[in-house]
């Protein structure tokens, strides 16, 4: 099954969710007016959406997430590679790259995470 679609003003929803979940949807309600601005009705209707397309639960005003923030992390950018770069990773990285510097923790930890990923290749 495919991680559900998840927009830019859900995902900050979603972010104050995961922080504090399972959650009261009034608990929601409050932290929503004040870390995004939003009026009660907003945010009802955002746990109503996701509930919707399967993103969260919403049992007896209890609101817990179906999806993990690494789950929409993962779908949004492979729904970027697909779109932008025609599913190609590398496209993607040479873009990503070019004209930011990396600091060699970070050139380490991307290694790492390649030859990991080549290891469960060979494992698998």
Avoid at 11 to 40: D, M, N, Q, T
Avoid at 93 to 118: C, N, P, W
């Amino acid at each position: 099954m495919s991680t559900p679609k998840v927009f830019e003003s859900e995902y900050r929803f979603c972010l104050i969710l995961w922080e504090h979940e399972p959650a009261r949807s009034s608990e929601l309600v409050a932290l929503c007016r004040e870390k995004l601005g939003w009026k009660p009705t907003t945010t009802y209707t955002v746990i109503k959406r996701l509930a919707e397309r399967g993103v969260l639960v919403n049992e007896n005003s209890v609101v817990r997430s179906l999806v993990s923030r690494d789950e929409v992390r993962s779908a949004e950018a492979g729904e970027l590679v697909e779109k932008r770069f025609g599913g190609s990773l590398p496209a993607f990285i040479s873009a990503f790259t070019r004209g930011k510097k990396l600091s060699g923790a970070e050139l380490d930890e991307v290694q790492r995470m390649l030859d990991d990923y080549r290891r469960r290749l060979d494992d698998g």
